[in-house]
């Protein structure tokens, strides 16, 4: 028997960046967390403490900020790619990149009818995602994009029903044909090839999802999350595949008999654990491989 080094992975994580942009009185902001981790043969780090392949975790926190400025950042899933090029260059020893980013979105503060030129708030819909994972080295390099939306929290006050399921001595659960379907929505899509329009496909993806929510007549969450992802892969020839993960938060009417007050579907309990949690994948028959596509993407996999 030998114990051995198995796989491993190292860098920074969650280096919080902000970057303005501010050549007219009319700022920009971004604003991402980032994380890096390189992998590839680090045994001598691990086994004799020699550190001489390791490009320090604080030189990828550098980068990170110093290529905000030097390089703008355009479409995460871009600058993503370009941090990991980067960091496969200047690391010998590495044969994979994950850069993991995430964009909190901000908005104009709405003053006198307009867009305050350098005042926001933060009230965007969901938080955008990508986790790219760059494989091999020189010319047999190859990038995975795995590009979503979290914290997408939607709820609709009619339109979902939940019976006929199974029932057992411990059932409880009374049938219904109106509840509240509510959920803060995980979705995260494979892309097939690099060569998209990240930003019309990120916006359009997550409309197309919202309004699929708010369309679909729901006889449970697990149709619901079928039904978004099938018109993800429908619309949208450049994704492979979809997950979703989706807490069901549930809201329970409160029964007001004792007081001698009627509750027609108006007042509910909302409940914040514990809560279903409803995961779905829905692919093409024919997806392309997802090599390392997934690699350490966080959620059910
Ligand atoms: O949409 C639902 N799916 C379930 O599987 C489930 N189970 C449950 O108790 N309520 C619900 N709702």
Redesign the pocket.
């Known amino acids: 028997m030998a114990i051995v080094l198995g796989p491993n992975q190292y860098g920074k994580a969650q280096n919080h960046l902000v970057r303005v942009y501010r050549d007219t009185p009319r700022h920009e902001i971004r604003d991402l967390t980032v994380s890096s981790a390189l992998r590839g043969d680090f045994a001598g780090a691990h086994i004799e403490g020699d550190q001489s392949d390791v490009l320090p975790t604080d030189t990828q926190k550098n980068t990170i900020f110093s290529f905000a400025k030097e390089k703008g950042i355009g479409a995460i899933e871009d600058f993503a790619v370009t941090l990991a090029d980067h960091f496969l260059d200047r690391t010998p020893a590495a044969d994979g990149a994950r850069i993991e980013i995430d964009e909190t979105p901000w908005q104009r503060i709405p003053v006198g009818g307009k867009g305050h030129d350098h005042s926001f708030v933060q009230t965007g819909v969901g938080t955008r995602t990508t986790v790219v994972n760059v494989d091999g080295r020189g010319g047999e390099r190859r990038a995975h994009v795995v590009s979503g939306i979290k914290n997408l929290t939607v709820l609709k006050s009619t339109g979902s029903e ?1 019976h006929g399921f199974l029932k057992d001595s411990y059932t409880t ?1 009374p049938e219904t044909d109106d509840r509240i379907l509510a959920t803060s929505l995980v979705a995260r899509w494979r892309y097939d090839h690099t060569d998209v329009a990240w930003d019309e496909s990120y916006e359009s993806i997550r409309d197309l999802m919202l309004e699929q929510f708010a369309e679909i007549h729901s006889y ?3 149709q619901t999350l079928y039904g978004m992802g099938h018109a993800v892969l429908e619309k949208h020839p450049e994704v492979a595949e979809i997950r979703l993960s989706a807490p ?1 938060k549930h809201h329970f009417l409160v029964d007001l008999s004792p007081f001698g007050v009627d509750n027609p579907h108006e007042v509910f309990y909302a409940a914040d654990r514990p809560f ?1 949690l ?1 995961e779905a994948s829905v692919l093409r028959d024919d997806a392309s491989d997802p090599g390392s596509a997934w690699h350490a993407v966080p959620g059910w996999v």
């Open positions: 939940f659960l449970a969450l697990q069901n279903g409803i």
